[in-house]
């Protein structure tokens, strides 16, 4: 994996900005060579890699030459890129209070979502931020297999800075917990018997009711309605006083 890569930037922009680095006269001809990757294509990238200011070029014999800027300017794109989202975020930030009401506005009284793969996933994870009591029942830790420990890392920090209450009724036995990278604050655990180990989890939080699926192809639907949260609340807390 070249620097680029690790950096964020595609495969091919990564393979185009190594093949310019290490030569002193790339031509398009010798980067489509070195890359493997199709002539048209290497020209879209090098454009992309010179709007970025990451690459140069001169004329020589008639031919392109193609030359990596001084690789600090790297560090100047990221620097440009910042301040585009600190920009966009203030933007924003004076936008919200109407884009809030608006969506309050028109969403109905009972509403369901559906969320799909990893991205999905993670967008109904930083929802639930917005919400001081996370409640789950069913809890096996499938989120560290399949959305990844160190995602499910950050984000518990976010929570516990939030000091957001995470509610966990598992069918993961306690000795095994340690595995998981459990938090240690505003989290509390019981354990449900093993045979109902299933990798369908259920998590509450507000009004709305997400059920989530542990596989491959990650899936969740989301029930938002005030009377069945209330419900599925209620058996929660039945489950938990019955359980030790």
């Known amino acids: 994996m070249g620097v680029l890569q690790k950096l964020g930037f595609s495969e091919g922009e990564s393979r185009v900005y190594d093949a310019i680095l290490n030569s002193d006269s790339a031509t398009l001809q010798q980067i489509h060579e070195n890359t493997g990757l199709e002539r048209r294509n290497v020209y879209d990238i090098i454009n992309k890699l010179i709007s970025k200011g990451l690459v140069s070029y001169c004329n020589e014999n008639k031919h392109k030459i193609y030359r990596a800027a001084d690789p600090k300017a790297l560090m100047e794109y990221f620097d440009d890129q910042q301040k585009q989202i600190q920009e966009k975020k203030a933007e924003l930030k004076s936008e919200l209070p109407l884009l809030l009401k608006k969506y309050r506005s028109s969403k109905p009284e009972f509403d369901v979502r559906i969320y799909r793969g990893k991205e999905g996933v993670k967008s109904l994870f930083n929802a ?12 096996n830790w499938g989120i560290v297999k399949y959305v990844g420990k160190q995602w499910w890392s950050r984000y518990t920090e976010k929570r516990i800075a939030r000091k957001i209450m995470m509610h966990d009724i598992v069918t993961v036995p306690k000795k095994f917990l340690s595995n998981y990278d459990t938090p240690k604050e505003y989290y509390e655990v019981k ?5 109902f180990g299933s990798p369908n989890v259920i998590a509450i939080f507000g009004n709305c009711v997400a059920n989530l699926f542990w596989a491959e192809s990650l899936f969740a639907f989301v029930i938002e309605g005030k009377e069945i949260a209330k419900n599925y609340k209620d058996h929660f807390e039945y489950l938990w006083k019955t359980l030790r």
């Not at 639930?128 to 809890?139: A, C, N, P, S, V």
Request: charged share 25%; no cysteine.
């Open 191 to 195: 354990t449900l018997p093993p045979e």
């Open 128 to 139: 639930m931020l917005e919400y001081k009591d996370h409640y789950y029942i069913g809890g």
